[in-house]
T-cell receptor, first 114, second 113 residues
Framework: EAQVTQNPRYLITVTGKKLTVTCSQN?????MSWYRQDPGLGLRQIYY???????DKGDVPEGYKVSRKEKRNFPLILESPSPNQTSLYFC?????????????FGSGTRLTVV | AQSVAQPEDQVNVAEGNPLTVKCTYS??????LFWYVQYPNRGLQFLLK??????LVKGSYGFEAEFNKSQTSFHLKKPSALVSDSALYFC???????????FGAGTTVTVRA
């Protein structure tokens, strides 16, 4: 089944403890992206990647890192999480980098930082 | 910079009545427009998209959307709403020169029996 898989689904952590949220897609998609969803703000892009070893900042990159060493994986790294990073996170992928194709989304990761 | 506005935080309708969720956008060049739906504790599911061609686009679950270039709008519609349509709906846009997908804040639809 074609899908984007995120892990974990739920995570509670403490301020300052490094964490990684994994994202993997099995569709050979070039483009991958991370979003965070907050009430009243919709989805805001954190980072995106156009292909292996090509990543760039989205609208809200502060406090996050990403890497794209393989086409299928695009992990989101929080080096020192803070409470304002408590949010619902989505990974998404798209077949190409050109517009109009649309995204496939993962099921989301609900992160709480205390 | 591209942007999407969903002017209504909430839409409430009775089952069987028409449902409309509004969306306006701003983008450079030709727009690519999308609607996604999110059910509680789930990811976003694709409903429909407009790339080019007919201004009326038909999608999943009986939904359709009308592209209006002069009004820069892409309203989502369903002729007869179901209780199961209750969810959070997002409009999104990308430009022909930009692969980034920008989302609106979302509209919560509640369909009462």
């Amino acid at each position: 089944e074609a899908q984007v898989t995120q892990n974990p689904r739920y995570l509670i952590t403490v301020t300052g403890k490094k964490l990684t949220v994994t994202c993997s897609q099995n569709m050979n998609h070039e483009y991958m992206s991370w979003y965070r969803q907050d009430p009243g703000l919709g989805l805001r892009q954190i980072y995106y990647s156009m292909n292996v070893e090509v990543t760039d900042k989205g609208d809200v990159p502060e406090g996050y890192k990403v890497s794209r060493k393989e086409k299928r994986n695009f992990p989101l790294i929080l080096e020192s999480p803070s409470p304002n990073q408590t949010s619902l996170y989505f990974c998404a992928s798209s077949l190409t980098v050109t517009g109009g194709v649309g995204y496939t989304f993962g099921s989301g990761t609900r992160l709480t930082v205390v | 910079a591209q942007s999407v506005a969903q002017p209504e935080d909430q839409v409430n309708v009775a089952e069987g009545n028409p449902l409309t969720v509004k969306c306006t956008y701003s983008v450079s060049g030709n727009p690519y427009l999308f609607w996604y739906v999110q059910y509680p504790n789930r990811g976003l599911q694709f409903l429909l998209k407009y790339i080019t061609g007919d201004n009326l686009v038909k999608g999943s679950y009986g939904f359709e959307a009308e592209f209006n270039k002069s009004q820069t709008s892409f309203h989502l519609k369903k002729p007869s709403a179901l209780v199961s349509d209750s969810a959070l709906y997002f409009c999104a846009v990308s430009g022909s020169n930009d692969y980034k997908l920008s989302f609106g804040a979302g509209t919560t639809v509640t369909v009462r029996a």
